[in-house]
Nanobody
Framework: QVQLVESGGGLVQPGGSLGLSCVAS????????MGWYRQTPGKQRDLVAS???????RYADSVEGRFTVSRDNAKNTVYLQMNSLKPEDTAVYYC????????????WGQGTQVTVSS
């Protein structure tokens, strides 16, 4: 069982920056692919960025070059640095932990609201 706790959401003006953190409880953090997803009302939850223990990353086209995902395996923490924010980045952001090879070991945080508005 893995519990994920996000922090760092809030209100920011267009063009601004915001950083999110997600701390995972439990062991074997390095066996999980960590991801950030976002969701707006009435829409599906979409991948924003993910990172493997090796440091390999993947980004949605819409955030490539603006967002940076990173992780600290010693602290069981994954980060999302968001720069040049746009109103369309407004969403609830969720942290996700997906085990490398055990299907069903797939965990979600409670979500944190990010609002980009002037």
């Amino acid at each position: 069982q893995v519990q994920l706790v996000e922090s760092g959401g809030g209100l920011v003006q267009p063009g601004g920056s915001l950083g999110l953190s997600c701390v995972a409880s439990g062991s074997n953090f390095n066996l999980y692919v960590m991801g950030w997803y976002r969701q707006t009302p009435g829409k599906q939850r979409d991948l924003v960025a993910s990172i493997r223990s090796s440091g390999a990353t993947r980004y949605a086209d819409s955030v490539e070059g603006r967002f940076t995902v990173s992780r600290d395996n010693a602290k069981n923490t994954v980060y999302l640095q968001m720069n040049s924010l746009k109103p369309e980045d407004t969403a609830v952001y969720y942290c996700n932990a997906k085990h490398l090879w055990i299907s069903g070991f797939d965990y979600w945080g409670q979500g944190t609201q990010v609002t980009v508005s002037s």
